[in-house]
Nanobody, 115 residues
């Protein structure tokens, strides 16, 4: 069974940094694209960053230059390095994988950025 577990969220001042981690099981990690999504209160869930099996990266415009997604296939883990955090980055961040046409999600990790 697919299991995604996020960690690394927390409370951080604007301008600070956090690194989120997502450990996975139940997938052949190295052949799957992975994504980070976020959902702020009252807003729809949005794609933040995606990394393909070949480590091609895609970012939502609002985080370009500040966030970096990466993967460690040996650890079955995907990361999201978040720098220069802004209050508008406050959200629950979710790890995502699509396996055989089905989306799987972690339970999320809360990131709160205060000014």
């Amino acid at each position: 069974q697919v299991q995604l577990v996020e960690s690394g969220g927390g409370l951080v001042q604007a301008g600070g940094s956090l690194r989120l981690s997502c450990t996975t099981s139940g997938i052949i990690f190295s052949i799957n694209a992975m994504g980070w999504y976020r959902q702020a209160p009252g807003k729809q869930r949005e794609l933040v960053a995606r990394i393909s099996s070949s480590s091609r990266e895609v970012y939502v415009e609002s985080v370009k230059g500040r966030f970096t997604i990466s993967r460690d296939n040996a650890k079955n883990t995907v990361y999201l390095q978040m720098n220069s955090l802004k209050p508008e980055d406050t959200a629950v961040y979710y790890c995502n994988v699509n396996k055989r046409g089905m989306d799987y999600w972690g339970k999320g990790t809360l990131v709160t950025v205060y000014s």
